[in-house]
């Protein structure tokens, strides 16, 4: 059996799957308060791994973490957090000139390195003589007791060189060079699980914790997207990605390797995050059934939660439009959905130009992706087939684990 721990933005969900890659446990609970508090990520593991059968969790052979892409915390050596992460979506633009001298003449630094404004602050905030990790990593750390190490695709926007395999040059010039995680790839082994973890978890000994990657990308895993299909993620944000023969380079595009394949996307500031400050869940249920996705609205909106946009454009000033709000509020989502759908139909022509190729089908993963209403008005949009896949994010970090177990066997 393996363990996949998937850490979100609202909660954290765990699969098990076995040798055959099926799914034999899923579990999941929200967070008690914000993404912000890291001792609430590891009391939701201990949470859930302690509701983990007996007869499933003494089979356990390997671990894989994955976690939202960005949020950073400060912690000292022992692993213990000095105050709360600072979350994926927060950027700190104060630090733009520090984070421009490092990387001079990359256009989009403030999006595409956004973690180095986080560990800027972080570092002003606590001093230098600290560890900085991303989500997932602090929780492999939480595993094994050991915090030296990170995830290459995790720490992209703290500045990793995943084609160079390296830190920047310019980073040796950092104070605080030292706070920065030994990187290791995704899928490889970083340890074992401590055995006082193991004894407080109830696990074996000989669990070994493999490297995953970001929630993103863990979640195109678990969608089981073949390399001709092109993944949407409807999660807080919007992102696209795309298996590539070689990495792509643009504004807003990040280049992510699984398991020896390269895989390039994007991700806007636009998403599931920004319907929600409007409607509850059950509401956005309600609502999207009064909808007929046929008809086209003739409303322009660009809902954004806040101002600036990364992908497809890369435009720190972008005002949100959500103005003036229709009286009917199914009318208002209908105008939300179709700006989202947009977006992601722009995003999917960026990718394009930039040398991906054009997807034959595009699965749908995340919260958005079981809206039937909102696929059509963005099949209509895209004008390519959507398929929606519902396995959690979770299982892609489970069969990272069994990947990484066999690679070690070998």
């Not at 508090?37 to 969790?57: A, R, V, Y």
């Not at 500031?269 to 509850?280: D, I, M, P, Q």
């Amino acid at each position: 059996m393996f363990l996949g721990i998937d850490l979100g933005s609202s909660g954290v969900r765990i699969s098990i799957c076995n040798e055959n890659e099926e799914l034999v446990f899923f579990n999941e609970i929200k967070y008690p308060v914000g993404l912000e508090i890291p001792n609430n990520w590891s009391k939701c593991c201990q949470e859930l791994i302690g509701k983990i059968p007996t007869s499933i969790k003494r089979d356990i052979k390997a671990c894989s973490v994955d976690g939202t892409s960005g949020t950073l915390l400060a912690c000292n050596k022992e692993g213990l957090p000095l105050g709360p992460a600072l979350a994926f979506n927060e950027n700190y633009y104060e630090h733009i000139d520090s984070i421009n001298s490092l990387f001079p003449g990359l256009n989009d630094v403030i999006y595409k390195k956004n973690s180095l404004s986080r560990a800027f602050e972080l570092i002003k905030n606590h001093g230098k003589d600290i560890l900085l990790r991303h989500q997932a990593d602090w929780i492999n750390g939480w595993l094994m007791n050991n915090w030296n190490y990170g995830e290459e695709g995790n720490n992209l926007r703290l500045g990793w060189d995943i084609i160079h395999k390296k830190w920047p040059d310019s980073y040796q010039q950092l104070p605080w060079l030292n706070s920065l995680p030994t990187i290791i790839e995704s899928g490889c082994k970083v340890g074992m699980i401590s055995p006082s973890k193991a004894k407080n978890l109830d696990l074996s000994e000989q669990t070994i914790i493999i490297s995953g990657t970001t929630d993103s990308n863990a979640a195109v895993i678990a969608s089981k997207a073949k390399l001709s299909e092109g993944i949407s993620v409807l999660g807080s944000t919007i992102v696209v990605k795309s298996f590539v023969s070689k990495p792509l380079n643009g504004d807003g595009i990040s280049n992510h390797r699984i398991a020896g394949q390269w895989l390039a996307g994007g991700a806007s500031n636009a998403g599931g995050k920004v319907l929600k400050e409007f409607f509850t869940d059950k509401e956005l249920i309600e609502l999207s059934r009064q909808i007929n996705p046929h008809i086209t609205t003739g409303i322009k909106m660009i809902p954004l939660p806040k101002k600036g946009e990364r992908f497809p454009i890369n435009d720190p000033n972008l005002k949100p439009l959500l103005e003036p709000r229709p009286i009917s509020d199914s009318l208002f989502l209908h105008a939300m959905l179709e700006g989202l759908a947009e977006i992601e139909a722009k995003g999917w022509k960026k990718l394009i130009e930039m040398g991906a190729n054009p997807p034959e089908r595009i699965i749908t993963i995340g919260g958005g992706a079981n809206n039937p209403q909102w696929r059509i008005i963005r099949e209509k949009a895209i004008n390519i087939p959507i398929k929606t896949s519902n396995n959690p994010t979770s299982y892609g970090s489970a069969i990272i684990a069994l990947k990484g177990f066999r690679k070690i066997l070998k």
